[in-house]
RNA sequence: GCCGGCGUGGCGCAGUCCGGUAGCGCAACCGACUUGUAAUCGGUAGGUCGUCGGUUCGAAUCCGACCGCCGGCUCCA
């Protein structure tokens, strides 16, 4: 009789024969035995450590959502005869799984395979598992060649699940006789699904690779409760509303004018005067740490990106080039790195030069294609707040410490404050420069990246051809997170440019370079900013500061006058003189999320005080103009997230 | 680039399946009202229905190509 011990150190006997399940509390939907995530079915032959799996943990998720998918596979089995299913995995959200199918299936779909999984789960079909030699699930799946492929490659390698290896068995789910190849472990029955819901049907390739099939995904999300599903389709809600795309039009910010192209914005008045603010303010940051603003050309000769490897790698990714004078090939760049470099180069340069910073907002162009551009945080034409640092090899270290605090700081001041950091390794196949050079550069970064505050995970093989990076990750006010500045060291470009100083000792050495950007790019950066302030900037970065509402028309000349002695202090100011309502203008003001709204009739003339509206609705009785102007002067140096608390009279 | 969906005044939509020369709301403009913290009332103007081509007596509607957008896949120096 096994001795099972839960956690706690709580002792079962399990009768001979009896699965784990019948050990474990109500509500598991799997255990983990001996480490091992299995059905509630399996019978452990020994003693064993077993660990209940609850639907709220992210093992018991997963094992949701995977249960789920079988089911979606089985509903979609049952509703297009012929259907073959490949993989169906379940994902930090949900779960999915892809078919090929004689007929296309269109989201309106959707809500019929939706009732018949609900169907199946109203069955309470229990999950059946099965061990059989690999050539029997062959037999059992020849008409699923997806799945045999899939047996095959187990077989003759074992790299794809990791489980048979030659000449072992497999093991086979089935539900109501609906069969698939399976690790598992699963729910128990279909009746313990339900908080789940079909979101999407989308093309995605054989096993992801675009020479291969295309098949259709069909993908949900699914939860331990009801609640959680609630829960989540809130926050999908909440990103569509934050959606810089949708506010970057309502807020009147930018456009993609159909007549420019794909992927190219222009900026309209007031997204160019927050672009701007956004601009400045990391001007003004990067001349204090000891940068030197340079401009470059948009388009080159061909020669200057064949020295520098990109046309070789990334030809691709860049606009076919405008040939000019008798077959010159001119290219629109897609980088500034070269042009810098040869700003380096343009003279001898001394060691006491060094570290050299070049920054600029350098404006780019990248073929990205059709099917990816996406708002502003995927275009065609983008800026990049982009620096290129000539270093010693012994100011390596130091400066990257202290770019790395720079981009933090920076980062804190735009209000993105949670971040981790990714360090990205040499691509196989795929880099320049010996394996040595790329350890000491991946060593650099390492110890500064260890040295900072901030957590940090391993992107193996994500690194450019020509160096490794770290990546800081920012989370948004949302939780979601986007990868930030990118900081590269880089030993390649030197040598391929030849670039050299004069050292102390009078010889010639070679710099080391360090690429860094903040923001990445402008664009994706406001873009981003407009998600995570959904639209509400803070008061430094928003294009309008304080709005005044005048109650009839003869209150107008009084705030044209206040509103100019808060120019005055430097306040941005609107004020609405249309012939609305007040009602009207109010509503006008919420919508444009004016940060402050001052509605201003004959009270205001006479007490002199006023009532301040912030964009929460709440309001501010009794506020004297002067130490409001004071209170939104001092919030808006401080670049402060927190609304102003005005002193009342 | 690939799969699927979509494209009707500035915006949100109806009309498309079953061809018969465009309609609603908001916004804009004009007028009346002179208003107290999220929509006052009335009127006017604005669209060759993404573009080009085809079918038809006739195309927003059917067919094709292209452009653009959306959701994924692949890619992202």
Redesign the pocket.
Known sequence: MPTLTLPEDVRVELPEGEPVGAALPKGTIAARVGGEPRDLSFVPDDDAEVEPISPHSDDGLYVLRHSTAHVLAQAVCDLYPGARYAIGPATSEGF?YDFELTE?????DLAKIDRRMRQIVKRNQPFVREEVTREHAIERLHDQPFKVEIIEGLGAGGDAAGEAAEGETVSLYSNDGWVDLCMGPHVPHTGMLGAFKL???????WR???KNP????I?GTAWATQDDLEAYLHRLEEAERR?H??LG??LDLFS?P??I????AVFHPKGGLVRRLMEDYSRKRHEEAGYEFVYTPHITKSEL?EISG?LQ??A???FPPMQLDGGQDYYLK??N?PMHILIFRSRTRSYRELPLRLFEFGT?Y??????????LT?VRGLTMDDAHIFTTEDQLGDELRSVLTFVLDLLRDYGLDDFYMELSTR?EG?AVGTPEEWDVATEELRRAAEWMDVPLVMDEG?????GP?ISVQARDAIGRTWQMS?I?VDFQFPQRFELEYSGADNARHRPTMI?RALFGSVERFFGILTEHYAGAFPLWLSPEQLRF???????VAHCEEVAAKAKAAGLRVVVDD???????K??????AKAPY??????????SGS????D?S?A?HLGVTFDSLVAALVEEASSRALAQSNFESE
């Open positions: 999915y296309p299936v269109h989201a309106s979101t999407n049907v989308a093309g995605a390739y992801g690779d675009e295309q098949l259709t995904r993908s959606d795309r949708k039009h309502d993609f159909d007549e192209g794909s992927g190219l990106f990109h790698w990334f691709d990714g860049m897609p980088m790195c780019v990248r073929y990205e294609l059709s099917g990816v551009v996406h708002g995927r691509p795929k994500g690194g450019a051809f020509y990076k990118t590269q690429h509402v005048p109650v009839a028309d003869r209150h249309s012939k609305e309502s007040v009602g009207k109010i509503r006008a003001a919420q919508l709204t001052l509605v201003v009739g004959d009270k205001e003339l006479e006023y009532t301040v509206r964009r609705g309001e």
